[in-house]
């Protein structure tokens, strides 16, 4: 049987000098690559590129996996950057837009983690809280380090009738690493799991095969069933 080909789109980051001499290195973490191994996928992985050649990107897969990262840039849902711009990369936003536009137009499933997630948000007209400590009163801490990163951290309420209600069940525990998250929801959008504080985790297409996760099931796969199960979910059946 012809084993599904998974599109990974992939981050830049300079070298700190202590492995690789300052080089700029194309990466992504490994989790996201072996998760898709385990359950009988084939990771290919996208460096950024240009806009113009998402739509052959694209043919050479059969779903597309957007991973964490940078935060989106702010401009690109009309506010001004409230954290360093350093954290922001506009090629990358904008190669990675292209790429989720081109697999919906293609019909092809897209499988979105943490900056994924928010990027798809704004890339359908919604906006993101730039610092939810600042900007969402009362929130759970959502960036859980030091805690190890397997470690789920707070609960998660999944919607019924939805992929996430299937693979994790009603109520479930999940890790944290972000400081932003969705705050107006994008168009064609509907939320499927909430923190117990009231931040949106999970979110899915109304009318194309689309799964996005706030947290990291990359960090916990070869730990946690549940994050195993949502990549077989991923690979298989999206
Ligand atoms: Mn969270």
Request: a negative charge.
């Given at each position: 049987m012809k084993q599904p080909v998974i599109g990974i789109a992939i981050n830049e980051i300079f070298d700190?000098?202590?492995?690789?001499?300052?080089l700029p290195i194309s990466y992504t973490p490994a989790g996201y690559v072996k998760a898709v191994q385990e359950v009988g996928g084939i990771p290919l992985l996208f460096p950024i590129s240009t806009p113009q050649l998402a739509e052959q990107y694209v043919r050479q897969v059969d779903k597309l996996i957007l991973t964490g990262g940078q935060n989106v840039d702010p401009s690109l849902y009309g506010e001004k950057p409230l954290v360093s711009d350093e954290l922001f990369s506009r090629e990358r936003d904008e190669f990675e837009l292209a790429l989720f536009n081109e697999a919906v137009k293609q019909g092809k499933p897209v499988f979105a983690v943490c900056r994924g997630l928010q990027l798809i948000n704004v890339g359908l007209g919604g906006s993101l809280y730039q610092n939810l400590e600042e900007e969402f009163k009362g929130t759970v801490h959502h960036m859980q380090a030091p805690v190890d990163k397997e470690i789920p951290t707070h609960t998660i309420l999944t919607e019924e009738k939805s992929i996430l209600r299937d693979v994790y069940g009603k109520e479930t525990k999940v890790n944290s690493f972000h400081w932003q998250g969705i705050k107006r929801l994008g168009e064609k959008l509907r939320i499927t799991a909430y923190s117990?504080?009231?931040?949106?985790?999970g979110i899915e297409g109304e009318d194309f095969p689309l799964l996005g996760v706030q947290w990291h099931p990359d960090f916990a796969y070869n730990v946690l069933k549940q994050e195993l199960d949502v990549f077989n979910f991923v690979v298989h059946k999206l």
């Amino acid at each position: 049987m012809k084993q599904p080909v998974i599109g990974i789109a992939i981050n830049e980051i300079f070298d700190s000098g202590e492995m690789l001499h300052h080089l700029p290195i194309s990466y992504t973490p490994a989790g996201y690559v072996k998760a898709v191994q385990e359950v009988g996928g084939i990771p290919l992985l996208f460096p950024i590129s240009t806009p113009q050649l998402a739509e052959q990107y694209v043919r050479q897969v059969d779903k597309l996996i957007l991973t964490g990262g940078q935060n989106v840039d702010p401009s690109l849902y009309g506010e001004k950057p409230l954290v360093s711009d350093e954290l922001f990369s506009r090629e990358r936003d904008e190669f990675e837009l292209a790429l989720f536009n081109e697999a919906v137009k293609q019909g092809k499933p897209v499988f979105a983690v943490c900056r994924g997630l928010q990027l798809i948000n704004v890339g359908l007209g919604g906006s993101l809280y730039q610092n939810l400590e600042e900007e969402f009163k009362g929130t759970v801490h959502h960036m859980q380090a030091p805690v190890d990163k397997e470690i789920p951290t707070h609960t998660i309420l999944t919607e019924e009738k939805s992929i996430l209600r299937d693979v994790y069940g009603k109520e479930t525990k999940v890790n944290s690493f972000h400081w932003q998250g969705i705050k107006r929801l994008g168009e064609k959008l509907r939320i499927t799991a909430y923190s117990s504080d009231g931040i949106i985790e999970g979110i899915e297409g109304e009318d194309f095969p689309l799964l996005g996760v706030q947290w990291h099931p990359d960090f916990a796969y070869n730990v946690l069933k549940q994050e195993l199960d949502v990549f077989n979910f991923v690979v298989h059946k999206l």
